[in-house]
């Protein structure tokens, strides 16, 4: 989930700052993005022999907290923390994966390559 939200974040921020072009040319990266970490992904699980699966996990803990009067009490604070626990791989249906995905770069990035034409094109700076 993490993984979704932050090229959004990073995008928004990158909105708030960047002139037109830069923004059109960040979007016009992102499916090459997405497979070059798909790529590190699956040469990752190679690596070590197993998929790592990451999840949210809701947790409360106790901390020290003032009223009105500034009297102190416990009280309750929620959070989030990501646990990762190893996944089991079939090693061969993961190397044809890296294989078609690596297969899939030069097209990706000549279609980035194009797209960041065009986005000079439309907002020349």
């Known amino acids: 989930m993490l993984q979704r939200i932050a090229p959004l974040a990073v995008l928004a921020l990158l909105a708030a700052c960047a002139t037109p072009q830069e923004a059109c040319i960040y979007q016009a990266r992102e499916e090459l993005r997405s497979l070059q970490g798909r790529i590190a992904t699956a040469q990752g699980n190679l690596d070590r022999g197993y998929a790592i699966h990451r999840q949210v996990v809701p947790y409360t803990y106790v901390v020290i907290c003032h009223d009105d009067a500034g009297k102190a009490y416990q009280c309750e604070q929620n959070a989030t923390r990501i646990e990762e626990t190893p996944?089991?791989?079939?090693?061969?249906?993961?190397?044809a994966k890296l294989a078609r995905l690596r297969a899939a770069l030069p097209g990706a990035q000549r279609a980035a390559e194009a797209r960041i034409a065009q986005c000079r094109a439309t907002y020349p700076e």
């Open 87 to 95: 996944v089991a791989i079939d090693i061969r249906e993961e190397r």
